[in-house]
């Protein structure tokens, strides 16, 4: 049974960082396959960070391109998101996602959800 865990998510104040974290469990994932999205309240959820198919770059929205980095660590099968220089916009439920085969794109096709952790920002 595949499992995503998130963890990490809080209160933080504007102009601060927190790290989230997504355990993988059940199976492994090609490095393109997993992505971080997030949902506000009455918004759509969105791609927030993913790697591309080589893995060798990254994907962010303009909304948050140099304050939040994607990383991976393979070998313990676990995805990272730093988050810096936090705004009160970036207030929203934090889901880890993964596909089986192909690469994260959008919302629509996701195989694996996280349950989700909440990230609030103060100003």
């Known amino acids: 049974q595949v499992q995503l865990v998130e963890s990490g998510g809080g209160l933080a104040q504007a102009g601060g960082s927190l790290t989230l974290s997504c355990a993988a469990s059940?199976?492994?994932?090609?490095?393109?396959?997993m992505g971080w999205f997030r949902q506000a309240p009455g918004k759509e959820r969105e791609l927030v960070a993913a790697?591309?198919?080589?893995?060798?770059?990254?994907y962010y929205p303009d909304s948050v391109k140099g304050r939040f980095t994607i990383s991976r660590d393979n070998a313990k099968n676990t995805m990272y998101l730093q988050m810096n220089s936090l705004k009160p916009e970036d207030s929203a439920v934090y889901y880890c996602?993964?596909?089986?085969?192909?690469?994260?794109?959008?919302?629509?096709?996701?195989?694996?959800w996280g349950q989700g952790t909440q990230v609030t920002v103060s100003s």
């Open positions: 059940g199976r492994t994932f090609s490095s393109c396959a």
């Open positions: 996602a993964a596909r089986s085969v192909a690469c994260i794109s959008d919302a629509l096709h996701v195989d694996y």
């Open positions: 790697f591309t198919w080589s893995a060798r770059s990254t």
